[in-house]
């Protein structure tokens, strides 16, 4: 019965491990695109803000947060987390 678990449950833990590891390197590139952007935005709310556009600069500082490693790169790092985590405890309780 374990063999049999193994044999099925081996390429569900490959693909995990795949897609784990090109979601990893996604990650990494999309948090420096988004950084430097996040970064670019912030620049120009920041002149909206002393323009006198307040509207424009909080919604600017907010996309800019959003874009920054700490809004949405981080969200998807916590989900890539849960993710990896089930491949582990799923590999741990199939191969012990």
């Known amino acids: 019965m374990k063999i049999l678990l193994k044999t ?10 795949i897609f784990i590891k090109i979601a990893s390197v996604f990650t990494y ?6 950084g430097a952007i ?13 323009t006198g556009s307040v509207s424009n600069a909080i919604a600017g500082f907010i996309l800019a947060y959003l874009l920054s490693p700490y809004g949405i790169p981080l969200f998807v790092i916590m989900i890539l987390g849960i993710v990896q ?7 741990d309780g199939i191969y012990g």
């Open 8 to 17: 099925i449950f081996a390429p569900v833990i490959f693909i995990l491990w």
């Open 85 to 91: 985590s089930f491949k582990y405890k799923l590999q």
């Open 29 to 34: 590139v999309s948090g420096l695109v988004f």
């Open 38 to 50: 996040s970064g670019i935005i912030a620049v120009i709310s920041l002149v909206y803000l002393m």
